[in-house]
Nanobody
Framework: QVQVVESGGGLVQPGGSLRLSCVVSTSIFSLFAMGWYRQAPGKQREWVATITSGRSLNYADSVKGRFTISRDNAKNTVYLQMNSLKPEDTSVYYC????????WGQGTQVTVSA
């Protein structure tokens, strides 16, 4: 079973940037498409971005042009660079396979507030 550990969240002002990291415990990380997801209080979890094994990228319309997903297969790590952050980006951010598996990590809290 694949396990993930997300990190890099925090409190940032509107317009600021953060870089999230997710370390994935599997020997076949390079074969997986990986995604970032987020869940705001009182809302359902939503998809944010995907990077395939071939490094094709897809983004939700709400983050397109502001967020960048990338991966380092040598480090079993997927990243989410978030720029021009808005208060509506405030959520707990999770990584998982894409499409997601049943097991989720603890997530990392991102709060965008003045």
């Amino acid at each position: 079973q694949v396990q993930v550990v997300e990190s890099g969240g925090g409190l940032v002002q509107p317009g600021g940037s953060l870089r999230l990291s997710c370390v994935v415990s599997t020997s076949i990380f390079s074969l997986f498409a990986m995604g970032w997801y987020r869940q705001a209080p009182g809302k359902q979890r939503e998809w944010v971005a995907t990077i395939t094994s071939g490094r094709s990228l897809n983004y939700a319309d709400s983050v397109k042009g502001r967020f960048t997903i990338s991966r380092d297969n040598a480090k079993n790590t997927v990243y989410l660079q978030m720029n021009s952050l808005k208060p509506e980006d405030t959520s707990v951010y999770y990584c998982n396979k894409s499409p997601p598996g049943a097991s989720w990590g603890q997530g990392t809290q991102v709060t965008v507030s003045a």
